[in-house]
């Protein structure tokens, strides 16, 4: 059966893979001009809504101020979600493996998510003062529930045919578990990664926004409270620009670890 499997190249688009950016970058760079034409042309106040080029001359101006605050957020975001990674895939693996655990302690780490961080980042500045701890240990609550959710239903959804010949060869549950299932689940597990890296430097800069000493948080605060609506754009700009390159790390990592064999791959020698 595998003569008969379809060439990927054939289903492949036009352009290979610069082609699929081409259609976001056309839209964006359309957004854009719309939106500067809209706010030079309606002569709106810069106060109301600056245009993407007064939020660029704003940020180059101010980014010695700008930096400093960024750095912070992005080591709090980032140590959040490198703890969360840490801890959230073994849970992840001990829900899936003993169901007491899974009924006792699912249902609590599901309840954390639907606490509003508004009512628990006055806790953490109480716990843990102003300092950067505490918003590194709230954005690795926050984020740590995909990861082992996506965990749990990736091991769940490996089809047994994969652990059975693997005891069949003679390798115990231990080692099936963890070189061959978690393998094979690396797909949802890292598509929970991507789940809380998207909002990690946001929720990171909430945090801040709440009770922080420097930081993007301090930052949005402080350019609020003089209208100057062009540094609160910086800010979101920053924002995505590190959510991004953090995206983008977790795809190169699930790209090396995978020695570019997808969860896709599998499924196709399972039906050949």
């Known amino acids: 059966m595998t003569g008969l499997r379809a060439d990927p190249a054939a289903d492949a688009p036009a352009g290979g893979r610069g ?4 259609a976001p970058a056309a839209t964006v760079l359309v ?3 719309v939106w500067e034409a809209a706010v030079r042309l309606g ?7 600056a245009s993407p080029s007064q939020i660029i001359r704003a940020t180059w101006e101010y980014r010695q101020d700008l930096l400093p605050a960024s750095a912070i957020t992005a080591w709090e975001g980032t140590g959040g979600f490198l703890l969360a990674a840490a801890a959230g ?4 693996v001990a829900l899936y493996r003993w169901k007491t655990l899974h009924d006792a302690v699912y249902p609590l780490i599901a309840a954390a998510q639907m606490i509003p961080l508004i009512t628990v980042a006055p806790l953490f500045v109480i716990w843990f003062g102003f300092e950067p701890l505490g918003k590194v240990v709230i954005v690795a609550v926050f984020a740590l529930f995909p990861i082992v959710v996506q965990t749990c239903r990736g091991l769940a959804a490996v089809p047994r045919f994969y652990e059975d010949v693997a005891l069949t060869c003679g390798a ?3 080692w099936t578990l963890w070189h061959v299932k978690l393998r094979i689940a690396a797909g949802h597990i890292f598509g929970g ?5 998207a909002y990690v430097f946001a929720t990171a800069a909430t945090s801040e926004y709440l009770g922080a000493r420097n930081g993007l948080g301090i930052w949005l605060q402080t350019a609020f409270n003089s209208f100057r609506t062009p540094l609160i754009f910086s800010a979101t700009l920053v924002i995505v620009v590190m959510t991004a390159l953090l995206l983008a790390l977790v795809s190169l990592v699930e790209h090396v670890l995978s020695g570019g064999v997808s969860q896709a791959d599998f499924r196709a020698e399972e039906g050949s």
């Open 193 to 197: 990664l991507r789940i809380s890296a």
């Open 172 to 174: 115990t549950p231990a």
């Open 89 to 92: 895939i073994p849970i992840g």
């Open 31 to 33: 957004l854009l001009a």
């Open 43 to 49: 002569g709106i106040s810069e106060q109301v809504l």
């Open 19 to 22: 082609g699929r950016w081409l």
